[in-house]
């Protein structure tokens, strides 16, 4: 069986912990950490086989563990995946926007080479990741039109220069278009779906974003429009929001849970 490490215990780290507790993923959870003790102690409460609460995160990467779990931040990432991947661990990132710097990701990637370990991106809160992949030499556009509530979009860096007014929206307005480079730094509570989509497909410059605020919408939606010699595809979710982070979807955390059952597990592998 795997052992698990983990670096961070909210919303996505709680449930990956319950999920290997209660049998779900077939591995072990032996070491976890987070920088809010509180929340590492709180989730060892919550858990039977109780695991070990590292001082500090060097010693979450040194820990003998086959693989750590990232669901923390993009500092986390930025500022411990490579050490993870030099103490010959493998490594599963949840904050995958910290991975559009590409000073960040050529460091994660050579890691991974230089220590012949693996790097996991789970699909998150889309889906049709692997289709995109397998289409991405033939990709001639790729749009993603994400539909939140303004009051999902607020605090958003872009509302710091943009003259727009969340307030006074009555209807699905169009708010933003632009790359998806620009507009991880612009939306950065959008950064992980639209880093997903630049990294299975033609890159960030040139994934297109559109951003909508609609005041009749509860829910986080991603539509993902691409084509090009392959033909072409769209792709709807409706993301509903985590009772206990509503910035994350339901969808990132389940998907997050299968991608490590299947990590874990001697399966029958199923789709791309
Ligand atoms: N890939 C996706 O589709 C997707 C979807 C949703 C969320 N995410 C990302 O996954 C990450 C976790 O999401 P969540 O909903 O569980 O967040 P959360 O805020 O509920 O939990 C994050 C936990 O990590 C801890 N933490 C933060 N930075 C840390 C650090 N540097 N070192 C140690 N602990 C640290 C916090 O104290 C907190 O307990 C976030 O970065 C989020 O943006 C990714």
Redesign the pocket.
Known sequence: MKRIGL???????TEIALAIDSGKISAKLTHI????KN?SAMLANKLQNKPQITEN?SLLATAPVDLIVE??????VR?NALSILQNRKDLMI????ALVDESIFDVILDGCMDFNKQVYL?S??IIGLDGIRSVKDEIESVILVTTKNPKALKGAIFFETSKIDLDSIKEATTIYEGSAQEAVKLFPANV??AA?LSLAGIGSQKTRVKIIADPSTDKNIHEIQTQGKFGRFSIKVENIP?E??P???RL?ILSAIECLRKICGSDIQLGT
Do not use: E, H, W
């Not at 669901?71 to 986390?76: E, L, P, R, V």
């Open positions: 670096l961070g215990c909210g919303a996505i780290g950490y987070d920088f809010s929340a995160v669901a923390a931040s993009q500092d986390a500022d949840m904050s995958v926007g789970p998150g809160a992980n779906v997903l985590s206990s982070n910035k994350t979807s990132a």
